[in-house]
C-alpha cells in the first residue's frame, strides 16, 4: 500500500501477538521534522470494511506532518499487515491496538478514528485513559448500539456456508467494479467524488492474501458491540465529527450517543452532504473543521 501514500511517507512495522503491523510514517523530504522521535504522536485508525487500510486517512495526515509524528497503520487483518487465518473478535482489536500505542508512543497520544474502530477506540480509553490525550471520531459506532443492529446486509447462514463465503468475498470486494460500486453506494454521499486512486487502493488491500478472513469476520458481526454501554464512561476530551448522510449509523444515533457523556464529548461536528467517510470524501473540509481545535500547531480540545 506505499505506493498510495503521499510523498515523504514510508512504511515502518512493529511485531503484535497477531504479527506484524505495518504502519506508515514521515520519512524524508519535504518534512524537515521527519525524524524527531519528541513530536508528539498523532494516531489515525482506519474504517473496517472491504480494502479497508491506512489510505483511508491519507488525505488527512500531510496536514500535521510538520508538527506531529503521524503512525497510520494497517490493522491486522488489513491491508500490509499481518493476516492470521482465524475468527477475528474484538478483543483481537483491543489487544493489538494497545500494543502499538504502548510500542510505538511514550506519551499520550491524540487519535483520529473512524466508525467501529472509533468505537473501539472508546473503549481502550475508558480502561486506559492515560494513554490518550484526545480523540476526534468520526461517526464512531458499534453496529449494535442500544441494541439496535446496524450494518450487516447478508443472512448468517449464507456468511457462515463453506465456499459461499468464499464467493462473498471474491463478488463483493476483490475485483474492480465490486470497490466501486461499495465505495459509490454505500461510503460516500455523491457518487461522483470517488476516484480512480480509490478505488485502486481498496482494490490492493482488499486482495491481499488471506484478506477475505478479517473481512468476513466484521460481515458477520463479530466486532459488533453497543457502544452505549461504554460512552458514558469516557473521561478522555473528545470531538465527534458525523457525515450528514452517513449509511448504517446515522446522524441522529450520533447525537443520541453523544448527549450520553457531555462531559468528554465536547463537541459534534455535522459535515452536510458526506457519508461515512467525509476525510476521504471530502478530506479539505476535515481539515478546516479539525483547524478549530489546532491551537500552536497541535490538536487541542
Known amino acids: 500500500m506505499l505506493q498510495f501514500q503521499p510523498p515523504g511517507f514510508g512504511s515502518k512495522f512493529i511485531h503484535t501477538s497477531l504479527g506484524s503491523m505495518v504502519y506508515y510514517t514521515q520519512i524524508s523530504a519535504p518534512w524537515e521534522n521527519s525524524k524527531d522521535q519528541d513530536l508528539p504522536p498523532l494516531l489515525f485508525l482506519h474504517n473496517f470494511g472491504g480494502g479497508a487500510s491506512a489510505y483511508e486517512w491519507s488525505k488527512i495526515y500531510p496536514a500535521y506532518a510538520s508538527t506531529y509524528r503521524i503512525l497510520a497503520p494497517d490493522l491486522i487483518g488489513w491491508g500490509k499487515s499481518a493476516h492470521p487465518v482465524r475468527d477475528y473478535q474484538i478483543q483481537d482489536y483491543l489487544t493489538t491496538i494497545l500494543e502499538f500505542i504502548t510500542q510505538t508512543c511514550n506519551q499520550p497520544v491524540t487519535v483520529v478514528a473512524s466508525s467501529l474502530i472509533a468505537a473501539l477506540t472508546i473503549r481502550l480509553a475508558v480502561t486506559y485513559p492515560d494513554l490518550f490525550k484526545a480523540l476526534f471520531l468520526v461517526c464512531p459506532s458499534g453496529f449494535n ?82 457502544l452505549s454501554l461504554y460512552i458514558q ?40 452532504d458526506t457519508g461515512i467517510l467525509p476525510h476521504l470524501e471530502i478530506p479539505a473540509v476535515v481539515m478546516g473543521i479539525l483547524q478549530k481545535y489546532n491551537k500552536t500547531g497541535e490538536l487541542k480540545i
Do not use: C, H
Not at 246 to 255: D, V
Open 145 to 226: 448500539d442500544f441494541g439496535e443492529g446496524a450494518g450487516r446486509r447478508l443472512p448468517l447462514s449464507l456468511i457462515n456456508t463453506p465456499l459461499v463465503d468464499n464467493l462473498i468475498y471474491a463478488l463483493g470486494a476483490e475485483n474492480e467494479i465490486a470497490v466501486r460500486n461499495f465505495l459509490q453506494s454505500f461510503l460516500f454521499a455523491k457518487p461522483e467524488r470517488v476516484t480512480q486512486e480509490m478505488v485502486s487502493a481498496y482494490l490492493s488491500s482488499a486482495q491481499q492474501y488471506q484478506a477475505k478472513f478479517a473481512a468476513l469476520s466484521f460481515l458477520r458481526g463479530n466486532l459488533y458491540f453497543d
Open 233 to 272: 464512561q469516557l473521561q478522555v476530551p473528545t470531538v465527534m465529527l458525523w457525515g450528514e448522510k452517513a449509511q448504517f449509523t446515522n446522524m441522529p444515533l450520533g447525537r443520541r450517543l453523544a448527549n450520553l457523556n457531555p462531559g468528554a464529548i465536547k463537541g459534534f461536528q455535522e459535515i452536510p
